[in-house]
């Protein structure tokens, strides 16, 4: 079945710092979305990408899809301690909303 | 806080024993699904509701036995687990469309043990 790669796995930053996932299949995307995992949480919805070369920007985060809609990223800017959570790509996969997860990445932010 | 709530929120049982996990959510979606969350695992998809109708279900152990006795709830039937079985279970809602690809809100998740 579908899969997709993130990476990194996990991340250690400075406060400040800027900070960048990707996410990459082998087959092309229909679309992806972006949820963050705070510890001890669960995941919530970030963002929604459907066209190839997409940007979208959240305040500090920005999202972008790829021109063959096979990656995709999250980066960003000025990393912050409210920042510190698992970040999952997750495309969807044939009908039904059923969605892919990545592995997620884990971003760990020190002040 | 996200719309869908889960019962209960901690669950420690043994193999033997038979249990049910809760889901109820308060957005009037017509999809809802249950997700299992390990530490040696991505987030699985278990099973995916549609309209009350059982539309997938990820090749899972028999000993899981969902239901959705109507568009706002969830149940998830727990009996003779094994301790691998121990995790975090989250159930999830989004409103299904024929084109539309929309998020999935998710509930707090129920931590399980299985001793």
């Known amino acids: 079945g579908q899969q997709v790669m993130q990476i990194p796995q996990y991340q250690h930053v400075q406060e400040g710092e800027d900070f960048t996932t990707y996410c990459n299949s082998s087959?092309?995307?229909?679309?992806i979305q972006w949820y963050k995992q705070r510890p001890g949480g669960h995941p919530v919805f970030l963002i929604q990408?459907?066209?190839?070369?997409e940007v979208k920007k959240q305040k500090r985060l920005t999202f972008q899809f790829g021109e063959a809609k096979k990656n995709s990223s999250l980066h960003i800017t000025a990393t912050q301690t409210t920042d510190v959570g698992t970040y999952f790509c997750?495309?969807?996969?044939?009908?039904?909303?059923?969605?892919?997860f990545g592995a997620g990445t884990r971003l760990a932010v020190h002040p | 806080e996200t719309g869908v709530t889960q019962t209960p929120r901690h669950l420690v049982m043994g193999m033997t024993n038979k249990k049910s996990l809760k889901c109820e959510q308060h957005?009037?979606?017509?999809?809802m699904y249950w997700y299992k969350q390990s530490a040696k695992k991505p987030l699985e998809l278990m099973f995916v509701y549609s309209l009350e109708e059982r539309v997938e279900n990820n090749s899972v152990p028999s000993r899981f036995s969902p239901e959705c006795p109507n568009s706002s709830h969830l149940f998830l039937h727990l009996h003779t687990l094994q301790p691998e079985d121990s995790a975090l279970y989250l159930c999830?809602?989004?409103?299904?469309?024929?084109?539309?690809?929309?998020?999935?809100?998710f509930g707090p998740g129920t931590r399980l043990t299985v001793l």
């Open positions: 087959t092309t995307l229909s679309n």
């Open positions: 997750a495309p969807f996969s044939g009908g039904y909303n059923k969605l892919i």
């Open positions: 990408l459907v066209k190839s070369g």
């Open positions: 999830a809602s989004s409103q299904e469309g024929d084109y539309a690809y929309n998020e999935q809100f």
């Open positions: 957005l009037g979606h017509n999809a």
